[in-house]
């Protein structure tokens, strides 16, 4: 069945000669062929369209037709059920670009699939702020912005901004949601329900604490009173295939990543930018089988590779939490530099650049990090920063460089640690030089 899914992306030809551009998390049940799926979506976020047919638009529409590929290749089950975009829809909210948006999904849209959207107070109403959700509920001819679907007998809730003036959420929309919940439970309690807004829920995902600041509690607390609950959130346009992404307690959460630009915090700083970040983008494909087993594959759309893979095994059993933060952390290995690892230095017009290999996971996850300082012969430190590698991406850099800048003549050590995303960290690879 892999062999069927991946046939279908052209970029992964070569995929079984080489591995670096595919991390499967190693605790998920290995997919033996006993996967079936009864059910078959596409989620993503943050598409931010701007104007018809810009690049927004059309990413939107690769990501629709990669999810018909992938189910179409699928011998035992070729169904995309359907689609769910988290909000952000657009970038100001302005008519003309809710319009566009709306035209690039119908002309993917094939019969069979239900397509599910809702509005962000961010950028969704960005124009025309809560009077925006009429026009919503105008052009894709619902009767509510806040909508509850059943597909193959289990339960999708979509939660828009509220109908109120300068807030993101309301009571209303409590009690709504409290009804439509106790709907789903009494309909079979032992099947996950999809829950999505735009934010994250605080405190769950990657992006979500207080520091990192694309979180929201509004509803938090009724959601840790069902544990059937899958939500779906975007907002902060954190790599889904990091680890912190996928998060279990009293529910699940999981953050999409985004059809715009990749973003991200590292230690102390908010709203990382590296370098060619607007050339990322990604969706989930979420499949379910008859035990309501989930499995979740990530999707490099600008690759065309599989970032990450997951099972979860039935969550609507509180007892089946793999992925907890804390068993997340404990089952987070240090990186490795192989035996035989480069290290190059070059001088140029007295500034010194600093190459060598990356480091090697040793659990699954990306290695998340590398921290470089620099002393002088006396131990000052003359360098003392972090270097994020392209882990968001499907195809990362063998090798790292980093400008030491100008150096005065000295005898120098280099210190180079890789880190996971909990924070666990190699053995330090030390390089003493001259300049």
């Known amino acids: 069945m892999l062999k069927s899914i991946i046939s279908v992306f052209m970029a992964i030809i070569t995929f079984f000669g080489s591995f670096f551009g595919l991390f499967i998390t190693p605790e998920a049940p290995a997919d033996d062929g006993d996967f079936v799926p009864v059910l078959r ?13 810009d690049e927004q638009c059309l990413r939107l529409q690769k990501a629709i037709k990669m999810s018909y590929a992938i189910a179409e290749a699928d011998e035992n089950y070729n169904k995309l059920d359907a689609i769910l975009v988290a909000g952000d829809t657009t970038d100001d909210g302005l008519q003309s670009q809710f319009c566009a948006f709306k035209s690039a999904v ?3 849209l094939k019969d069979g699939t239900q397509f599910m959207t809702l509005l962000a107070q961010a950028h969704d109403g960005g124009t025309y702020d809560y009077k925006s959700l009429d026009y919503f509920k105008t052009l894709h001819g619902v009767d509510a912005t806040d909508n509850h679907y059943v597909i193959n007998g289990y339960h999708f809730i979509t939660i828009s901004r509220a109908y109120v003036d300068g807030v993101r959420y309301a009571d209303y929309q409590r009690e709504w949601l409290k009804a439509e919940l106790e709907k789903a439970v009494a309909d079979d309690p032992t099947k996950p329900i999809f829950v999505s807004h735009h934010e994250h829920v605080d405190n769950t995902v990657y992006g979500s604490s207080d520091f990192e600041g694309w979180d929201d509690e509004f509803f938090k607390d009724i959601f840790m009173q069902y544990p059937q609950i899958v939500h779906f959130s975007g907002h902060s346009h954190y790599p889904l295939n990091d680890p912190r992404s996928v998060w279990q307690g009293e529910f699940t959460a999981i953050g999409t990543g985004a059809l715009y630009y990749v973003e991200l915090t590292v230690e102390d700083t908010r709203t990382v930018h590296p370098d060619g970040y607007k050339d990322e983008y990604n969706c989930w494909i979420v ?6 087993r989930i499995r979740l594959r990530g999707i490099d759309l600008a690759e065309e590779k599989i970032l990450c893979e997951y099972i979860l095994d039935n969550p609507a059993d509180p007892a089946n939490r793999a992925y907890t933060p804390a068993k997340q952390a404990a089952r987070s290995t240090a990186p490795v530099f192989a035996d035989d690892v480069k290290v190059e ?10 190459t060598f290999d990356s480091a090697k996971s040793t659990d699954g996850m990306p290695v998340f990090l590398y921290k470089i300082v620099v002393n002088d012969a006396d131990g000052n430190d003359v360098y003392n920063d972090w270097l994020l590698p392209e882990y968001y991406s499907a195809t990362v850099a063998e090798t790292n460089t980093v400008n030491l800048g100008k150096l005065a003549k000295g005898d120098y050590t280099a210190t180079i640690t890789a880190e996971t995303a909990y924070g666990v960290q190699s053995e330090p690879l030390v390089v003493e030089f001259s300049k």
């Open 41 to 53: 979506f596409m989620v993503s976020s943050d598409s931010h369209v701007k104007a018809a047919n």
């Open 106 to 108: 119908d002309a993917q």
């Open 287 to 292: 499949e379910v089988d008859a035990n309501n």
């Open 345 to 354: 230095l070059t001088k140029s017009w007295g500034k010194v650049k600093l």
